[in-house]
């Protein structure tokens, strides 16, 4: 019940395409869901973050969308660009941690 | 930029040793945290600390594993006697603000760590 569970594992999008990248989880008490961008040998950081009493939250290029009551949430990455590539993970607050999926290395091609 | 800084970047040791993981989080952070990634996969809790003490604990974080803030700057995890298992990239993060209340977290870039 304390997973997070993200699809797919991989993905590989043209330039100037859309990235989904999908996550579901269990536990209805998860209350904030960050989606982290990590770059090979960096540390995670935080890309954009939402509540579940909004649907979809917007920021540049980045949009999550949420659906409370499928247990779901989602990154759609607009006009992808190479500099996106990297790996993605979605994320499910609970009480004093993050739980993480296990992350979508995404790759966009010029 | 500030940012949490990680010391050493990379450690080998033999299984059996003890290491410690240094981390100096943002200065007007309050929360601290560990996190650990094995190679190509997730990033997975550790600890979190709080006000000088545990303010949670994964079950990963057993008898081995310590965590301290010996001079109000640096916060340093100790691996007792470390195990094959225990190779892993380890992330220190911080926030100013607990994460009920909003807050981000910041990670540092991390300490790999492989025992032999």
């Known amino acids: 019940q304390q997973q997070v569970k993200q699809s797919p594992q991989s993905l590989i999008v043209q330039k100037g395409g859309i990235s989904i990248i999908n996550c579901a989880y269990e536990n209805t008490a998860f209350d904030y869901f960050p989606w982290y961008q990590q770059f090979p040998g960096k540390g995670p950081a935080l890309l954009i973050a939402i509540r579940p009493d909004v649907s979809e939250k917007k920021e540049g290029r980045f949009t999550i969308s949420f659906n409370k009551s499928a247990k779901q949430f989602s990154l759609h990455i607009m006009d992808s660009q190479p500099g996106d590539s990297a790996t993605y993970f979605c994320a499910a607050y609970n009480t004093d941690k993050l739980i993480f999926g296990t992350g979508t290395r995404l790759q966009v091609f010029p | 930029e500030p940012e949490v800084t990680q010391t050493p970047s990379h450690q080998v040791t033999q299984m059996g040793q003890e290491v410690i993981l240094r981390c100096v989080p943002i200065?007007?952070?309050?929360?601290f945290y560990w996190y650990r990634q094995i190679l190509g996969q997730k990033v997975e809790f550790l600890v979190s600390?709080?006000?000088?003490?545990?303010?949670?604990k994964s079950e990963i974080f057993d008898d081995q594993f310590s965590v301290e803030r010996p001079d109000g700057s640096n916060f340093t995890l100790k691996i007792r006697s470390t195990k094959l298992e225990d190779s892993a990239m380890y992330f220190c993060a911080s926030s100013e603000l607990a994460q009920a209340s909003g807050g981000e977290l910041f990670f540092g870039e991390g300490s790999r760590l492989t025992v032999l």
């Open positions: 200065s007007n952070h309050l929360y």
């Open positions: 600390f709080y006000n000088n003490e545990i303010s949670e």
